[in-house]
């Protein structure tokens, strides 16, 4: 049975978020809000927590995932990232974008993609979803909480719980958030290319 959460999306609670980050690393997953939809989430080195979202959205293995992260350095951890690509990250971050880039070694091989070795990353604009990752000290693995058939990811936390309660540890309800998931933007081969076009606006990325 799931754990419900309301954390204040202006001021989330310390506590609260303290006890999300323990579901976390005991290898719970978790749904959170973020400034584009909600996301499910996972500790980066829980294999058996992947799985089980994969299953749960039904994603084949050619699917990007996502980190979550902090801000740019530890997106330059995780990926490479040249002076050009830091620059466009510099200005678009945080926000509804979800970057595709060239995975480092820090990154876990199950989590990049198997072919192209490349791994999503994004900064949320949300304060619960900074909280959560300030806390964690480490990017979190992420996926839209969009189930399969659904068109839209789903928004309501109440719905959330009842739909999810047996296959999910946390719920936050940290209030509405949006239902259009991120754009999509590739970054491999030096120019900006749209993979999923979502809440960001991607010709702004091109101004530059």
Same mark, same amino acid.
């Given at each position: 049975?799931?754990?419900?959460?309301?954390i204040?999306?202006?001021?989330?609670?310390?506590?609260?978020?303290? *006890?999300?980050?323990?579901?976390?690393?005991?290898g719970?997953? %978790?749904?959170?809000?973020t400034?584009?939809?909600?996301?499910?989430g996972?500790?980066?080195?829980?294999k058996m927590?992947?799985?089980?979202?994969?299953?749960?959205?039904? &994603?084949?293995?050619?699917?990007?995932?996502t980190?979550?992260?902090?801000?740019?350095?530890?997106?330059a951890t995780?990926?490479?990232v040249?002076n050009?690509?830091f620059?466009?990250?510099?200005?678009?971050?945080? #926000?509804?974008?979800?970057?595709?880039?060239?995975?480092?070694?820090?990154? =876990?091989?199950r989590?990049?993609?198997?072919?192209r070795?490349t791994?999503?990353?994004?900064?949320?604009?949300?304060?619960?979803?900074?909280?959560?990752?300030?806390?964690l000290?480490?990017?979190?693995?992420?996926?839209?909480?969009l189930?399969?058939?659904?068109?839209? =990811?789903?928004?309501? =936390?109440?719905?959330?719980?009842?739909?999810?309660?047996h *296959? %999910?540890?946390l %719920?936050?309800? #940290? #209030?509405?958030?949006?239902?259009?998931?991120?754009?999509?933007?590739?970054?491999?081969?030096g %120019?900006?290319?749209?993979r999923?076009?979502?809440?960001?606006d991607?010709?702004? &990325?091109?101004? #530059?």
């Amino acid at each position: 049975m799931a754990q419900f959460f309301q954390i204040h999306p202006e001021n989330p609670q310390p506590r609260l978020i303290s *006890q999300a980050v323990d579901i976390i690393r005991r290898g719970g997953i %978790v749904v959170y809000p973020t400034d584009s939809a909600y996301a499910l989430g996972c500790h980066i080195g829980d294999k058996m927590a992947l799985d089980r979202i994969r299953l749960m959205r039904r &994603l084949d293995k050619d699917h990007n995932f996502t980190l979550m992260c902090r801000d740019l350095s530890e997106i330059a951890t995780y990926a490479r990232v040249d002076n050009q690509v830091f620059r466009l990250l510099k200005t678009h971050t945080p #926000g509804p974008y979800t970057f595709i880039l060239e995975g480092t070694s820090e990154v =876990p091989r199950r989590l990049r993609h198997p072919k192209r070795k490349t791994i999503g990353l994004r900064i949320p604009d949300n304060r619960i979803a900074l909280a959560l990752l300030e806390e964690l000290n480490e990017p979190l693995m992420s996926s839209t909480l969009l189930l399969p058939g659904d068109e839209y =990811p789903l928004t309501d =936390p109440y719905d959330i719980r009842d739909l999810l309660e047996h *296959q %999910v540890e946390l %719920v936050i309800d #940290g #209030g509405f958030c949006g239902l259009e998931p991120t754009t999509v933007v590739g970054l491999t081969e030096g %120019v900006p290319e749209l993979r999923r076009q979502g809440k960001g606006d991607f010709s702004v &990325l091109l101004a #530059g």
